[in-house]
């Protein structure tokens, strides 16, 4: 089992129809996408009358069946995602992503990504993580010389020379697709 918490409705459904691809080669791997603008209800009879391997939804919806449903088992939940976990934590969810993480197994896989590290961010990591490994994205500019264009190029926030490729990957039962960038 798995789970990928992410802020916003926009941003879960985004993510669940991305994986969608990936998800419908792997046999007995079946994904629920869980954010509000329905009925908890709803989502807690889909639940129980289909299943799920894979949940994917918002850190407010997730907390609402967790707290409503006790067939949920999260006993064999190996991959936990948090998303954007700045965002996360700037927009309030920090009770609701330590009550899921209180609920999840501590032998698990957690990804915990974000764009910043903020001191929240770090203390999500030292609550939530063991033996977590950092992984930093930093980009080195080139100083140019007088044209506007060099200017620009300067400015961007691409790399120069940054160069992506595609390696899939099996992890357990979950098979996804990472993206490794490289800078020449």
């Known amino acids: 089992m798995g789970m990928i918490i992410s802020p916003t409705r926009e941003l879960s459904a985004q993510i669940y129809h991305v994986a969608q691809p990936f998800i419908s ?26 299943g799920a391997n894979l949940l994917i939804g918002t850190p407010g919806r997730l907390y609402d069946i967790m707290e409503r ?13 948090l998303d954007e976990a700045d965002r996360l934590l700037d927009m309030g969810f920090q009770k609701q992503i330590s009550y899921i993480i209180s609920r999840l197994p501590k ?9 910043t590290q903020t001191e929240a961010v770090e203390e999500l990591s030292k609550a939530g993580l063991r033996n977590p490994v950092r992984i930093e994205v930093r980009a080195e500019s080139k100083s140019h010389h007088a044209s ?8 961007s926030k691409t ?26």
């Open 159 to 184: 790399p120069l020379g940054l160069h992506l490729e595609v390696l899939r990957l099996n992890i357990f039962w979950l098979q996804f697709t990472l993206h490794v960038v490289k800078q020449n």
């Open 69 to 81: 449903m006790d067939v949920l088992d999260f006993r064999n939940l190996v991959i936990l995602v």
């Open 148 to 155: 506007a264009s060099s200017q620009q190029l300067a400015s």
């Open 107 to 115: 032998l698990r896989r957690t990804g915990l990504f974000s764009a």
């Open 25 to 50: 080669t792997l046999p007995d791997v079946k994904s629920m996408l869980l954010v509000g603008g329905v009925e908890v209800k709803a989502d807690v009879k889909k639940i129980e009358e289909e």
